[in-house]
């Protein structure tokens, strides 16, 4: 079975300031998909970025980056320019052959003034 | 274009009871899973349907826990009896097809035991 890894429970950042939310995975697969989904105060999940494996050029949404290694199995997200708004849960998320997502235990990003 | 519209939001229930949890896909979405989070928790992956089949549910309890989406109408999570344990989020995700199509989530549902 696939594991996902968030070795950082929480984390803070001044707002304009970058930040990287780390995740490992494991599996044997080749093909598969990689998620970051923001989970904020509202509870609402929201997909942020989207990675498939077989592309070896890193997924980007505005300010949202991701550093995608696939022989290490990592998959990190960078936030450039912190917002306030960008305070919220970070799930790091696998989705392989069994067709379904796993998520890692996520990261608590708080972003100051 | 209507997200994933999962209905009630907030469910309190006393122990014992019976819940429903209701979840429309997206348009054009044909797959559907559901999800549930403990308090401080991550999501935790319970049951994938398509129309009418239930196509993996090995993250579902085995007594008390059933899910169905029938050809007409929303997808149902039912959980039995509830005891106090099962008070979480409880959100479902859609997506049109397999192989990595974006799975999008509703805004959950929240049931209370009491």
């Known amino acids: 079975a696939q594991t996902v890894t968030q070795s950082q429970p929480e984390m803070s950042v001044q707002e304009a300031e970058t930040v990287t939310l780390s995740c490992t995975y494991d599996?044997?697969?080749?093909?598969?998909?990689l998620f970051w989904y923001k989970q904020p105060p509202s509870r609402q999940m929201i997909l942020v970025i989207r990675?498939?494996?077989?592309?070896?050029q890193n997924a980007t949404e505005n300010r949202f980056s991701v550093n995608f290694q696939k022989a290490a199995k990592s998959f990190s997200l960078k936030i450039s320019d912190s917002q306030l708004g960008d305070t919220a849960m970070y799930f790091c998320?696998?989705?392989?052959?069994?067709?379904?997502?796993?998520f890692g235990t996520g990261t608590r990003l708080q972003v100051t003034l | 274009n209507a997200g994933v519209m999962q209905n009630p939001r907030h469910l309190v229930r006393r122990r014992g009871q019976e819940a429903r949890l209701r979840c429309s896909p997206m348009?054009?979405?044909?797959?559907v899973y559901w999800y549930r989070q403990l308090p401080e928790e991550g999501l935790k992956f319970m049951v994938y349907?398509?129309?009418?089949?239930?196509?993996?549910e090995s993250g579902m309890p085995k007594e008390r826990f059933s899910a169905e989406f029938p050809k007409e109408g929303p997808s149902i999570l039912r959980i039995q009896q509830v005891v106090r344990g099962d008070s979480a989020a409880y959100f479902c995700?859609?997506?049109?097809?397999?192989?990595?199509?974006?799975?999008?989530f509703g805004e959950g549902s929240w049931l209370t035991v009491v």
């Open positions: 995700a859609s997506s049109p097809g397999q192989g990595g199509s974006t799975i999008y």
């Open positions: 599996t044997s697969e080749n093909n598969y998909y």
């Open positions: 990675q498939e494996a077989y592309k070896q």
């Open positions: 998320a696998f989705y392989g052959t069994a067709s379904k997502l796993t």
């Open positions: 348009k054009g979405h044909s797959h």
């Open positions: 349907l398509q129309k009418e089949n239930i196509i993996d």
